[in-house]
């Protein structure tokens, strides 16, 4: 793992997504019965929101730890996707292994490796070598991928990739003036909270470990709604700094907590008027460019603070 080759990883962001081509991806798949989506760290999280927003959409779905002693029984019908973007991960090999060699999995992957070996046919991530050491463009690419799925299989809209890459690219193009004042509001003594509606919630919990993989650093990702429930605590005791990504309509509560005790927020993809800071890039009034686009704030936080560890 290399902080400047994970810096280079993120700046081909905007190149690698539109050059992704989703057309077809998905078309060997038929109206499954349920959709089972396994996968560890990165990929479960973007496993919890496909799932989720599959199901919304009418489709039965279900995301599973991989590393799970309580994976569902599996009936005629079921799309298993196993999601790796090494295609070696053990606990995610494991978990196909104990699915039995009669349940046909498809593996979704950035490039062949043991788990494409084992599965009846592979999708590929296409985000290229993650020279960084990091799974950064691959979690970008999981997301669009699954998104695909969700399209091929309700008729949804298409996956933004366009506007996810012009976001991306403001991002990066504008770092030098958003970045610096990041770096002072949020790295405070006691670590980085990052707060997303539940519909994007991986959103917070890939931002938490971008700190935590790299830098090294302490920080935990929670749901908006939930954060009055679990995370509301630690604003009484320590010096609380929340990266806030924006859309939940239970921000009210949570900021009326903030606001009681002096919390740090900074704002991202939508505005707030308590915010110490507020973060705005095009086309963020889109929930599924923020989807594919909002992570890039704490990977570039956290590249540089690697950089200089």
């Known amino acids: 793992m290399t902080p400047d080759l994970f810096l280079a990883d993120l700046s081909e962001k905007p190149e690698r997504l539109r050059a992704l081509r989703l057309d077809g991806a998905w078309d060997f798949v ?28 009418g ?54 490796g043991p788990l494409t070996e084992r599965a009846a046919r592979a999708v590929s991530m296409d985000a290229g070598e993650e020279r960084g050491g990091v799974a950064c463009r691959s979690f970008q ?47 405070g003594p006691h670590g980085t909270h990052v707060v997303a509606p539940a519909r994007r919630v991986s959103s917070a919990y890939q931002s938490a470990l971008m700190l935590r993989e790299g830098p090294r650093l302490q920080a935990t990702g929670c749901e908006t709604g939930d954060w009055s429930h679990v995370d509301v ?22 900021l009326d907590w903030t606001r009681q005790r002096g919390s740090t927020v900074v704002a991202v993809g939508a505005p707030l008027a308590e915010a ?13 460019v923020r989807l594919l686009t909002e992570t890039l704030v704490a990977e570039l936080v956290a590249a540089r603070a690697w950089l200089s560890a």
Request: hydrophobic residues 50%.
């Open 30 to 57: 038929t109206a499954p019965a349920r959709v089972v989506l396994l996968g560890m760290g990165s990929s479960h999280y973007a496993n919890l929101v496909a799932a989720a927003r599959l199901r919304a959409a």
């Open 141 to 187: 690419h999981t997301l669009a991928l699954l998104l695909e799925l969700e399209r091929h299989l309700t008729g949804g809209r298409a996956v933004p990739l366009a506007e996810a890459a012009a976001a991306s690219e403001h991002l990066l193009a504008t770092e030098a003036d958003w970045r610096p004042r990041l770096d002072e509001l949020l790295m």
């Open 276 to 288: 110490a800071f507020e973060l705005r890039y095009p086309h963020d009034e889109d929930d599924d």
């Open 233 to 254: 605590y630690l604003t009484k005791t320590t010096d609380y700094r929340m990266l806030l990504l924006g859309g939940s309509r239970w921000e009210p509560q949570l």
């Open 59 to 112: 489709v039965s779905a279900v995301a599973e730890l991989a590393s799970s002693d309580l994976l569902p029984a599996l009936g005629p019908g079921d799309l298993v996707v196993a999601v790796s973007a090494s295609a070696g991960s053990v606990e995610t090999l494991d978990a196909v292994e104990r699915l039995g060699p009669d349940v046909e999995v498809v593996a979704l992957v950035n490039k062949p």
